[in-house]
């Protein structure tokens, strides 16, 4: 049974700082028994996404592996905990949202980047970001199957389908959410909805604090394979939310236990090719 960690963490305009804020919260998780500790999105600088670009938008992106992954490496490798972080990846002339995950050794088990990307007022991400090449991988590490599905991916359910379909047991969601942004309870019944659908725990891990346009609104949580939400942190405050998930209520979940089993892939792969309203001849 995983002890998982959401660290819910302001960000200053110091990214040096930043950095020793989020390795000493992870140290601080692994103390309480967190073998799981996740960031949300971007957590180690300010959101930038929240005004235009102007000028070059690699000056706020590193590559992978690079400081930021090298210095969580080191501290999982000490510590013997899995870690995912969330930052803004440069990859040559391209750049991306990114989560590294990295297993209790060290390793760097891979990349997943940021599929879908958003643009409206506060989050001008296509300003920024380029659409995530990665895929959908789930990482086998030493604490459990992990997916990770970055903020605004979370909204496609054929992205949560496809980490299901890869055997993740937990899926991971750094996010920047403000308040606000939504109406009330959305966010929860989306991941509730999520989970119980596909069979698996979801931790969405929140940005906290206010920012130049933005106000983030905490209030990390996570939802069980049922749908129910099991632990929740705090709105506007820094936490660190833990709790401990049972990987055995993932397979005997109604979703691998029915809805996995009685899927008609036939049929979607034929939507997919001809597209809604093709028999009708639309």
């Excluded at 359910?157 to 991971?172: H, K, Q, S």
């Excluded at 596909?198 to 920012?211: D, H």
Aim: net charge negative; proline share 5%.
């Amino acid at each position: 049974m995983p002890r998982i960690a959401l660290v819910q963490q302001i960000a200053s305009d110091n990214p040096a700082s930043n950095l020793e804020l989020g390795l000493s919260n992870a140290r601080k998780a692994a103390a309480d028994g967190a073998q799981i500790i996740a960031f949300p999105e971007v957590a180690f600088q300010t959101f930038f996404p929240q005004h235009r670009l102007k000028g070059d938008r690699f000056r706020f992106a590193e590559s992978i592996p690079g400081p930021i992954t090298e210095a969580f490496q080191a501290l999982a490798a000490e510590l013997g905990v899995v870690i995912i972080i969330n930052l803004f990846e440069q990859d040559g002339d391209r750049a991306f949202d990114s989560s590294p995950v990295i297993d209790a050794d060290g390793t760097l088990l891979g990349v997943t980047r940021m599929m879908h990307i958003t643009h409206y007022d506060g989050f001008y991400e296509q300003d920024y970001y380029d659409p995530g090449d990665s895929g959908m991988p789930v990482y086998n590490t030493r604490f459990g199957k992990i997916g990770v599905c970055i903020c605004y991916d979370r909204h496609y359910p054929e992205y949560l389908r496809a980490l299901a379909l890869g055997g993740a047991e937990i899926v991971v969601v750094p996010q920047a959410g403000a308040v606000g942004e939504w109406p009330e309870g959305v966010y929860e019944a989306e991941l509730m909805a999520g989970s119980f659908q596909n069979g698996f725990y979801m931790a969405l891990a929140n940005r906290v604090g206010e920012e130049d346009v933005l106000t983030f609104a905490g209030e990390s949580f996570i939802t069980d394979p049922e749908g129910r939400i099991i632990s929740r942190a705090p709105a506007n405050a820094e936490a660190i939310l833990i709790a401990d998930l049972d990987l055995h209520a993932v397979e005997t979940s109604h979703a691998r236990q029915l809805f996995m089993r009685h899927r008609r892939s036939d049929q979607y792969q034929m939507l997919q090719k001809e597209g809604p309203g093709a028999q009708n001849g639309n």
